[in-house]
């Protein structure tokens, strides 16, 4: 079974920092883009940022470049979210997500509700509030 965990959302002021962790296993993640989506409350669910997996390379929606990474350790089947400058705007409940055709451009890019990947976390809230 494909499992993904998320963890380490929680409660920041604005201009904090957060770091989300995906522990990832029952798949070669080695060999799988990875993921991070966002749901806010009353909006669609959308890609927030990809990682390749062949080459490592990184994604971004254009509201949170300059202002998240990803990134992964292969070693540990874990996907990384670091966040930071964040705002309230960011306040969702973040999901990481695969498949074994995930198109990271598209995902970053394409309108909000519209990726489809096969497998998901449960999702970890995070609220950035004053």
């Known amino acids: 079974q494909v499992q993904l965990v998320e963890s380490g959302g929680g409660l920041v002021q604005p201009g904090g920092s957060l770091r989300l962790s995906c522990a990832a296993a029952g798949f070669p993640f080695e060999y799988h883009a990875m993921a991070w989506f966002r749901k806010a409350p009353g909006k669609e669910r959308e890609g927030v940022s990809c990682?390749?997996?062949?080459?490592?390379?990184?994604y971004y929606r254009d509201s949170v470049k300059g202002r998240f990474t990803i990134s992964r350790d292969n070693a540990k089947n874990t996907l990384y979210l670091q966040m930071d400058s964040l705002i309230p705007e960011d306040t969702a409940v973040y999901y990481c997500?695969?498949?074994?055709?995930?198109?990271?451009?598209?995902?970053?890019?394409?309108?909000?509700?519209?990726?489809?990947?096969?497998?998901w976390g449960r999702g970890t809230q995070v609220t950035v509030s004053s």
């Open positions: 990682i390749s997996s062949s080459t490592g390379n990184t």
């Open positions: 997500a695969t498949d074994p055709v995930v198109n990271c451009y598209n995902l970053v890019t394409e309108a909000a509700g519209e990726s489809k990947l096969d497998y």
